[in-house]
C-alpha cells in the first residue's frame, strides 16, 4: 500500500483502528473535524472542572477492547486508571447501579416481581454465545422491552445509558445480549468499571493520538471530509471541505454508517439493497462491528 491508509474522525473508534494499523507497520492520516480528539467522548474544562460531553466509562475494565487494544501495542502503562465500583441513578432516591445478575435481586431501582421477571429474560442471555447473539443483530431490543412494565423498562433505560450512551430504541438485541454476556463471570467476563484517573475520557483518545503520531502518522484537527472519491469500484482519494484532494487506495469511516454512505458518496456508487440494509441500521443498531465493514483484511 503506497498511501497512507485514511481514517475519518479521531474519536475512540477511529483512534483505535488507527493504534491497531500503525502498530503493524501502516502508515495513517487521521481527519477530524473537530479541534480536539475523542469525538462523542470529548470533555471540556468549566471552573477547574473537566466535564464530559454525556457520561462515559469504561466497561469491563481490562477485559474491554479498549485496553486490550492498549495492551497489544504495549501502551497500557500510559492511562491510569481508577476502578469505578459505585454507580447510582436518581429517580425519587439514589439507586445502586447492578454489578452483576445477582444483584439484580437486590435492586431498589424496581420492584421485587419485576427484578424477577428480568432474570428470565436476562440468564439466557448471559450464558448465550456470541455467535447466537449476533444472529440478533437485525432485532431491535424494543421487541423485548415494549412487553415489559414500566419498572422493568427504567432497567433496560439505565443499561442502555451506560454501556452504550443512547437510549433501547437505538440498540439491537444483539448488541445489548453481547453486553450482558461479557459482564458474565461464568463465560470469562467482567463487571468491573473503569475510568481515567485524571478526569476526562477523552483521555483515552489523546494516548492512542499519540501513540500513531510517534509511528511518523498523522491526525489532523479541524479538517472536515466532503467525500470519498471512487473511481472504477475502487476508492482513491478523498476531498476536503476546501476542495483538496488526498490520494489513498484503503478510507475508513468511524462514524455510523448510515450516515457516511449517505454524506460522503456519490449516488450509484452503493447499490440499493446495501443502502436500505445499512440505513435500518439506524433504528437497531447504535455500533457497526469490524467484520460487517470490512470484508478482507488490509
Do not use: W
Not at 479521531?10 to 480536539?36: C, H, M, Q, R, W
Request: net charge neutral; with cysteine; hydrophobic share 40%.
Amino acid at each position: 500500500m503506497k498511501n497512507p491508509v485514511v481514517i475519518i474522525g479521531a474519536g475512540v473508534g477511529g483512534l483505535s483502528t488507527a493504534t491497531l494499523l500503525v502498530n503493524d507497520g501502516f502508515p495513517v492520516s487521521i481527519y477530524e473535524k473537530s479541534e480536539n480528539v475523542g469525538g462523542r467522548t470529548a470533555s471540556m474544562k468549566f471552573r477547574n472542572h473537566i466535564l464530559d460531553n454525556g457520561f462515559h466509562i469504561m466497561p469491563f475494565y481490562k477485559k474491554s477492547a479498549i485496553y486490550e487494544i492498549l495492551k497489544d501495542v504495549k501502551i497500557e502503562d500510559r492511562l491510569k486508571l481508577a476502578i469505578v465500583d459505585k454507580i447510582a441513578f436518581y429517580d425519587n432516591g439514589f439507586h445502586t447501579y447492578p454489578k452483576g445478575i445477582g444483584d439484580i435481586l437486590k435492586m431498589s431501582l424496581i420492584p421485587f416481581k419485576s427484578r424477577i421477571s428480568l432474570l428470565k429474560i436476562l440468564l439466557p442471555m448471559a450464558f448465550t454465545s456470541m455467535e447466537k447473539a449476533e444472529e440478533l443483530d437485525s432485532v431491535p431490543l424494543t421487541q423485548v422491552t415494549s412487553k415489559l412494565d414500566f419498572h422493568s423498562k427504567q432497567f433496560f433505560d439505565a443499561v442502555c445509558m451506560l454501556a452504550f450512551a443512547d437510549s433501547p430504541e437505538h440498540i439491537s438485541l444483539g448488541e445489548f445480549a453481547r453486553t450482558i454476556i461479557r459482564a458474565n463471570p461464568f463465560k470469562g467476563g467482567t463487571s468491573e468499571f473503569a475510568y481515567p484517573d485524571m478526569g476526562g475520557y477523552d483521555r483515552i483518545s489523546e494516548v492512542m493520538a499519540n501513540y500513531v503520531k510517534e509511528q511518523d502518522s498523522e491526525v489532523n484537527l479541524g479538517h472536515s471530509i466532503k467525500k470519498v472519491i471512487v473511481q472504477n469500484k475502487k476508492v482513491t482519494g478523498i476531498e476536503l471541505s476546501d476542495g483538496k484532494t488526498v490520494e489513498t487506495d484503503c478510507v475508513i469511516i468511524s462514524y455510523p454508517a448510515y450516515h457516511a454512505i449517505n454524506q460522503l458518496f456519490e449516488p450509484g456508487i452503493f447499490d440499493d439493497d446495501f443502502i436500505k440494509k445499512t440505513n435500518r441500521l439506524n433504528k437497531t443498531t447504535s455500533v457497526v462491528e469490524v467484520h460487517f465493514a470490512l470484508s478482507k483484511a488490509l
